[in-house]
């Protein structure tokens, strides 16, 4: 059983369509917690802090995904948008969306995303059971992002829609900014903060079929 360690509405939408079984529960990880200067180690790390923040909350509420399974899988995620050497996260207002985009506009970025697989096992002691990692994957997925060139019109009708202020890098591929990205180089569903080939490759290797 696969459980995402997320509330992302997007990733829950991509593990769905591809007919993936999993559990969603939600992680409160503090992100602000983790200090990196460097934008993919800061992935991996907020990636892994969510995944271990979901097993926290099993252990301490008992929660019991199937008692059916002795085993299962918690995946947590990521993402985060480089520009020009810095990160952006979701912007904090219309304003920054829309200067963000002035500069985004025929140019390009570097969606970094972290994934964590933890493999967990219910184990049988004296005083009950518990529930053992027995082994952690760790990778940040990277795509190129190629936006078209906009006029202020586009950016302005774009940014009015609230969409950017949801979404890390201030656009969603699977939403209205779709019709603004001229190309994706690298794996297309990282850009909507999952690899799903990334997550079917590393779930095969352990004998699973996604």
């Not at 917690?33 to 907020?46: E, G, P, Q, T, V």
């Not at 948008?81 to 920054?96: D, S, T, Y």
């Not at 950017?164 to 209205?176: H, K, Q, T």
């Amino acid at each position: 059983m696969l459980i995402l360690a997320s509330g992302s509405q997007s990733r829950k939408n991509l593990l769905e369509n591809s007919n993936i079984e999993f559990v969603q529960i939600s992680s409160d990880f503090d992100e602000f917690s983790i200090k990196d200067n460097n934008i993919k180690n800061l992935a991996f790390s907020l990636s892994a802090g969510k995944a271990k923040n979901v097993l926290e909350k099993i252990y301490k509420f008992k929660l019991n995904i199937n008692s059916d399974i002795s085993s299962f899988q918690i995946l947590g995620c990521d993402s985060i948008f480089e520009f020009q050497g810095r990160a952006f996260g979701k912007p904090l207002n219309k304003k920054e969306a829309f200067e963000r985009w002035e500069k985004m506009s025929s140019n390009y970025g570097y969606l970094h995303t972290g994934h964590t697989l933890l493999f967990c096992d219910y184990v049988e002691e004296e005083d009950g059971t518990k529930i053992k990692i027995n082994s952690e994957i760790n990778e940040v997925i990277t795509s190129k992002v190629l936006f078209s060139e906009l006029t202020r019109l586009e950016i302005q009708k774009y940014v009015d829609s609230l969409e950017p202020l949801s979404c890390a890098g201030g656009f969603a591929l699977e939403g209205r900014g779709g019709k603004l990205i001229e190309k994706v180089e690298g794996c297309f569903s990282n850009i909507m903060g999952l690899s799903l080939p990334w997550l079917r490759k590393e779930l095969l290797k352990k004998g699973i079929l996604a």
